[in-house]
C-alpha cells in the first residue's frame, strides 16, 4: 500500500524530533539536517536506524547519506570540490535529490546543505512506493 509524501514527511519530522532533540516547528521541509538542526556525522548513524525502525526497511547508509564515501575518493575530490566524475557519481547515488544549484558551485562544504527534511522525504518515498 503506497504510504502518501504527508504521512512520511510526519514520520520524518517524529524521528528528528526524537533523535535531535529539535522542537516540531524547526523540522520544516526546506531545513537542512546539518545547519538548521545543528545534526553532526554521529547522528546519522541515529537518524538512519530510527527511519529503519519507522519505516520497517533497511536504508544502506550510503544511498541516503553518501557524502562521507564520496570526501574520502581522490578521484571525485579535488582542491576541495566535487570533480565532474563526483558530481556524476552523486547523481547516480541520490537520483532523489536536485542538485543544479550545488553544481554551479561544487564545494564539499556544501554538500551538507542538500540533506533537507524534504530529501530524506522524497528518498523514503522511492523506497516505499
Not at 62 to 82: C, H, I, R, S
Request: proline residues 4%; charged residues 35%; hydrophobic residues 40%.
Amino acid at each position: 500500500m503506497a504510504v502518501s509524501r504527508e504521512e512520511i514527511l510526519e514520520q520524518v519530522q517524529e524521528v528528528l524530533v526524537d533523535a535531535l532533540g529539535v522542537d516540531d516547528d524547526e523540522a520544516t521541509p526546506d531545513a537542512t539536517l546539518m545547519g538548521d538542526l545543528g545534526a553532526e556525522s554521529i547522528d546519522f548513524l541515529d537518524i538512519v536506524f530510527r527511519l529503519e525502525k519507522q519505516f520497517n526497511i533497511k536504508i544502506p547508509r550510503e544511498e541516503l547519506f553518501p557524502a562521507e564515501t564520496l570526501m574520502n575518493n581522490q578521484e571525485l575530490v579535488k582542491d576541495g570540490k566535487l570533480t565532474d566524475k563526483g558530481l556524476d557519481e552523486l547523481k547516480t547515488r541520490m537520483p532523489h535529490i536536485d542538485i543544479s544549484e550545488f553544481e554551479k558551485d561544487p564545494d564539499i562544504n556544501k554538500l551538507a546543505d542538500l540533506f533537507t527534511v524534504d530529501v530524506i522525504v522524497s528518498y523514503l518515498e522511492s523506497k516505499l512506493n
